[in-house]
């Protein structure tokens, strides 16, 4: 049984301290180092607990030694992805073909995207969504299209279509560069994206609209991630605010929302 040690690699992983997963679980600091130690056993509701916190199955959480995963297998089944891996046998994309056996680009409007947050996975709602082709994309990589919704990346309009290339191994995300984002909590975003996963296992999103904050998100919040390639839209992109003029008006916004919160604290 391999619980002590995988609870353990995994808290390192996350940088997270025996004080921190204690408080989060609701048990006492020493409780936990017992497990981590083997001096104590867990019962059903403390596997219950370490599963849910890591996102990992009870029985992959006793029955893998997760420390002779490579990297990338890890990596799967921090986001969720945690069959028994063996070798190079990780999650297979749900895709489509042609009837040449090409690979399709499948795409996700505006209406299926509540309906891709827990379908991404099925053949058969895959099966279902409209698809196409652009020949001056590769044959050798995966594409989707995604309706975007919202300004939070201005100058791309608000229901532009986002083309993105599948990555697998998320450890080569490129930080400040835009990727389409699958979340658990949030559906799909389209984000400038930092990857902090090494550091901490969390990525942090960050909008090109600087009226939206960045935040981040754990790595095992996130389901699939896409590579910006291009966007269509039927609108023309706003002409571009000297810098200094847009600072200036970020600025003066954020003066009168204070000064709003001012009022009515009195």
């Not at 997963?21 to 219950?48: C, F, W």
């Amino acid at each position: 049984m391999y619980f002590s040690s995988n609870i353990k690699l995994l808290r390192n992983r996350r940088g997270r301290t025996q004080d921190d997963v204690a408080h989060a679980l609701e048990m006492k600091r020493s409780t936990l180092s017992g497990y981590e130690n083997q001096v104590a056993q867990p019962g059903i509701d403390a596997l219950i607990a370490f599963s849910k916190y890591f996102n990992i199955a009870i029985d992959t959480l006793i029955r893998v030694e997760l420390s002779e995963l490579s990297e990338s297998q890890l990596s799967q089944v921090e986001r969720g992805f945690d069959v028994y891996l063996k070798g190079s046998k990780l999650r297979v994309l749900a895709t489509t073909v042609d009837n040449e056996n090409n690979e399709n680009i499948e795409l996700v409007n505006e209406k299926a995207s509540a309906g891709y947050t827990t379908g991404f996975a099925d053949p058969d709602f895959i099966r279902v969504l409209p698809t196409f082709q652009l020949p001056f994309l590769s044959r050798n990589k995966k594409y989707r299209t995604f309706q975007i919704n919202g300004d939070s990346m201005l100058p791309i309009p608000d229901k532009s279509w986002i083309t993105g290339e599948y990555i697998e191994n998320w450890l080569a995300i490129r930080s400040n560069y835009p990727y389409i984002v699958l979340t658990l909590d949030d559906g799909i975003v389209f984000k400038v994206v930092e990857n902090r996963i090494k550091q901490n296992g969390r990525l942090k999103l960050i909008s090109l609209n600087p009226l939206f904050e960045p935040y981040e998100i754990d790595a095992s919040q996130v389901k699939e991630i896409w590579k910006f390639v291009h966007y269509i839209s039927s609108d023309m992109p706003e002409p571009n605010m000297p810098r200094e003029k847009l600072i200036d008006e970020v600025q003066s916004l954020k003066k009168q929302v204070l000064a709003i919160q001012t009022k009515l604290k009195l």
